[in-house]
């Protein structure tokens, strides 16, 4: 009996610290992420947290490979999306200290203002729509990535990629009149 649970201490301690070293590497990339979705750091901060108990407390049994990786978007894109639902309406469209941080060659002015401009833009999105262009162009994923994450179909996240894409370009275009 001592054995066993020794054994099973060990596999405990093993998946302990395989969480908290993968907490480590990607922690910060899924807040940004997160934070890209909900546009408001606390949000993305809580969302990522409510994520990520929920994969501990099922660590072992999680999926390999690929199919882990969408398992852990989908955890955080349904975490953003619920908080995203329960939040109040009334919440700034961007938060200009963040965008101002980035290091701009030159006079970062121009770049500022239109990078403030286009995530006004974004803001006017969906949330599902929101979340498949984050997917997309800043987490870099494929179509079937996106619609694993979002518990779709990969047409429906060419779709949401599509028509988010489609009324940004539509919307910048009409500002520039």
Do not use: K
């Amino acid at each position: 009996m001592g054995a066993a649970r020794t054994s099973g201490t060990a596999a405990v301690m093993s998946a302990q610290a395989e969480f908290t070293a993968f907490v480590e590497q990607r922690g910060d990339r899924l807040l940004e992420i997160a934070w890209l979705v909900t546009r408001h750091r606390e949000d993305a901060r809580d969302a990522v947290q409510d994520a990520l108990a929920g994969l501990y407390g099922r660590w072992a049994q999680l999926p390999a490979g690929d199919e882990f990786e969408a398992y852990v978007y989908r955890s955080v894109v349904n975490a953003c999306l619920g908080v995203i639902r329960r939040r109040p309406r009334s919440l700034p469209v961007a938060e200009p200290e963040r965008l101002r941080a980035a290091p701009v060659a030159g006079d970062p002015t121009g770049a500022v203002d239109d990078a403030d401009a286009v995530w006004r833009l974004c803001g006017t999105l969906s949330p599902v729509q929101r979340t498949a262009v984050v997917l997309r162009f800043y987490g870099d994923l494929s179509f079937a990535e996106i619609a694993a994450a979002l518990g779709c179909r990969e047409a429906t996240a060419r779709s949401h990629v599509h028509r988010a894409t489609a009324l940004l370009r539509s919307r910048t275009e009409g500002r520039e009149s």
